[in-house]
């Protein structure tokens, strides 16, 4: 990754940090966690304007730091955008931007400014200041004077959070086709996991300044590291059970989930008798419907009640009573027809099946709700 971004940042004070980060160069990755996790303090340790106890920062094939070396934010050629902004209210938005490009000779300040305004869609727009402009186009403005250092790298701390949701949409749009056209590392600072989604081609979680899991979004969501990595990305059929047996013939592992036994894709690192685990994703849970057999009707079958079923458009969201017990519930997404075509509602008594590709096990520890038999 000598033309990407890597970071490993190390602290026990004032903010804990046990943080690795990569990015190759046109790639976007997704720093995730909750408040507090440490997200915001990567990006400045990154720019130079915190300085970890330990740790490595390189850039573009460049050493920025490794504790002997700590090159100044000027010197480190980063783009850092802002939640809040942060455009100087009494210069124009082409001020704004030409002042960012202090790099370059005087005449070529301006002529930068406007292509950089035109590659934001502002163009235009040039000689409005902050104040005339929407909270959608003073991030684009933000954005532009990002870019007008010529950066290696681009950190985005939350940008789109203070924008209505329409300019949010339009605004994620605009930097997916940003990416394809600056090459440069990309990391973007969000809460939102549908927008790590859609956007990243990487993901790191950070709890507590420490890095859980880095990986694919997809993979991520599918195949957590840990309990507390589902949690923290707020995957709710997640439970714990206990290794019953292995059966390597058949690709398979036995598990007790309260009384229910459950078949898992093999997993034999897990030791006959012990406590793990185990996630499965809403799509994996499939309804048996009343007219005719289902695809996976005989996998895992489990009965329960309908507790709630509420129309999402073209989706219905349902949870399901495992066994009529209310301390245990699975979540699962249909289509709205199908739901009205087996007439569901609360208290249809209904049965699915959980896919055996779909339950993903992990090491034990953390979990928010389980099945107690």
Request: charged share 25%; hydrophobic share 40%.
């Amino acid at each position: 990754m000598s033309e990407g971004l890597y970071a490993r940042l190390e602290q026990r004070t004032p903010i804990p940090l046990a943080a690795e980060l990569r990015c190759a160069a046109g790639e976007l990755a997704a720093l995730v966690g909750p408040s507090g996790s440490g997200k915001s303090t990567v990006l400045r340790c990154i720019a130079g304007l915190n300085r970890p106890r330990a740790g490595e920062v390189r850039c573009g094939g460049s050493l920025w730091f490794d504790g002997a070396v700590d090159l100044p934010p000027q010197q480190r050629r980063c783009g850092l955008v802002f939640q809040s902004y942060a455009l100087f209210p009494h210069l124009s938005a082409l001020g704004n931007v030409a002042l960012a490009a202090g790099h370059l000779p005087r005449g070529e300040r301006e002529r930068r400014g406007r292509e950089l305004l035109e590659l934001v869609n502002l163009s235009g727009l040039e000689a409005r200041q902050p104040a005339q402009l929407s909270g959608g186009q003073q991030q684009r403005v933000a954005l532009a004077r990002a870019l007008a250092r010529d950066p290696q790298v681009l950190l985005l701390d939350e940008p789109f959070a203070a924008v209505d949701r329409v300019t949010r949409r339009k605004l994620q749009r605009e930097l997916a086709l940003l990416r394809e056209r600056v090459r440069i590392p990309i990391v973007l600072v969000t809460h939102d996991l549908d927008e790590a989604r859609m956007l990243a081609d990487s993901m790191t979680i950070l709890h507590h300044g420490h890095t859980l899991q880095h990986g694919a979004p997809a993979e991520i969501m599918a195949r957590p590291a840990s309990a507390e990595v589902a949690r923290l990305l707020d995957l709710g059929n997640l439970y714990e059970a206990v290794v019953l047996d292995h059966r390597a013939e058949s690709n398979r592992t036995l598990m007790d989930w309260g009384g229910i036994a459950l078949e898992a894709v093999h997993a034999p690192a897990f030791g006959i008798g012990e406590r793990l685990s185990w996630v499965i994703a809403p799509e994996y849970v499939i309804l048996h419907r009343r007219d005719r057999p289902s695809r996976g009707e005989r996998e895992n079958p489990v009965a329960g009640v309908v507790r709630d079923c509420v129309i999402l458009g073209e989706t219905t969201s349902v949870v399901i009573e495992v066994d009529g017990r209310s301390e245990t519930t699975l979540a699962m997404n249909i289509p709205t027809h199908h739901a009205r075509r087996n007439r569901l509602g609360p208290g249809e008594a209904v049965t699915v099946s959980l896919l055996a590709e779909g339950i993903h096990v992990m090491r034990a520890g953390g979990v928010a709700r389980e099945r107690t038999g």
